[in-house]
């Protein structure tokens, strides 16, 4: 099982930044890839970025040049840098781990505000 935790949402105005972090732990050894995902209210939820054990990265188009994923494998932990944030961008942003053997794991999520 792998443990996903998010942090670092909050309340910014237009055109301000912010970086989430998700940390994992328990089988960490079995993942491959992780990613975020945003679901605005009414929406379905939708891919942000993806990043894999190797470092390849992949983004939604609409985002890509704005948002960074990265990720510290010393300390378990993927990072999405969030620039030149716009109200559209208000959504519940969700950290997800794909592992060997199927498994897919979603932590809490944390809310993101865009907001003057």
């Known amino acids: 099982q792998v443990q996903l935790v998010e942090s670092g949402g909050g309340l910014v105005q237009p055109g301000g930044s912010l970086r989430l972090s998700c940390l994992a732990s328990?089988?960490?050894?079995?993942?491959?890839?992780m990613g975020w995902y945003r679901q605005a209210p009414g929406k379905q939820r939708e891919l942000v970025a993806s990043?894999?054990?190797?470092?390849?990265?992949n983004y939604a188009d609409s985002l890509r040049g704005r948002f960074t994923i990265s990720r510290d494998n010393a300390k378990n932990t993927v990072y999405l840098q969030m620039n030149r944030l716009q109200p559209e961008d208000t959504a519940v942003y969700y950290c997800?781990?794909?592992?060997?053997?199927?498994?897919?794991?979603w932590g809490q999520g944390t809310q993101v505000t865009v907001s003057s």
């Open positions: 997800k781990a794909n592992a060997r053997g199927g498994g897919n794991f």
């Open positions: 328990g089988t960490i050894f079995s993942i491959y890839a």
């Open positions: 990043i894999t054990s190797s470092g390849y990265s």
